[in-house]
């Protein structure tokens, strides 16, 4: 029982502080990046915009998307590690997943509706990165936006919403 404790503890509180620092070590990175001025910043792999580097991927590029590269490689974690149906987390998958959170059915219930951006009642890989970012927001003491801020909605889907 104290192992499950323990676990439970480390689930709810330990990974996400961990998160939090990994995003903010990621801010502090791309920040530096981007008050480079010279052209040597750009021969930097590393650089915002370069081939191959986290911030040429899915989570940044053309318009700034709040999920850190951090965030979005844990929530792909956690996705990629569940049943998933054509690409997809079924709600009643996702169900399981979620209510580890420890949060209240309600607020489930509107992270839900915010992150099933397309409404087919399944989230795929960038949706549930959204739902697990508001869920640590939640956790961290923040409400919940009424509606998704546009920086939340994940680049892949952003066409949609113009």
Do not use: C
């Not at 739902?131 to 952003?158: W, Y």
Request: avoid cysteine.
């Amino acid at each position: 029982e104290k192992a499950m404790q323990r676990l439970d503890e480390a689930l709810s509180t330990v990974i996400p502080e961990l998160l939090q620092k990994l995003s903010d070590d990621t801010n502090r990175v791309s920040q530096k990046v981007s008050l480079a001025t010279s052209g040597e910043a750009l021969d930097n792999p590393f650089a915002q915009g370069a081939e191959g580097s986290p911030a040429n991927s899915p989570v940044s590029g053309h318009g700034h998307w709040a999920i850190s590269y951090a965030e979005k490689t844990a929530a792909n974690n956690t996705f990629y590690s569940t049943k998933l149906t054509n690409g997809r987390l079924s709600g009643m998958e996702a169900r399981g997943v979620l209510e580890q959170s420890g949060l209240a059915s309600e607020d489930l219930f509107k992270i839900w509706s915010l992150a099933d951006l397309d409404k087919t009642n399944a989230l795929d890989a960038d949706e549930f990165a959204v739902a697990m970012h508001l869920i640590n927001q939640r956790k961290a003491g923040q409400e919940l936006p009424a509606s998704l801020p546009p920086d939340l909605i994940p680049p892949s889907k952003r066409s949609a919403f113009n």
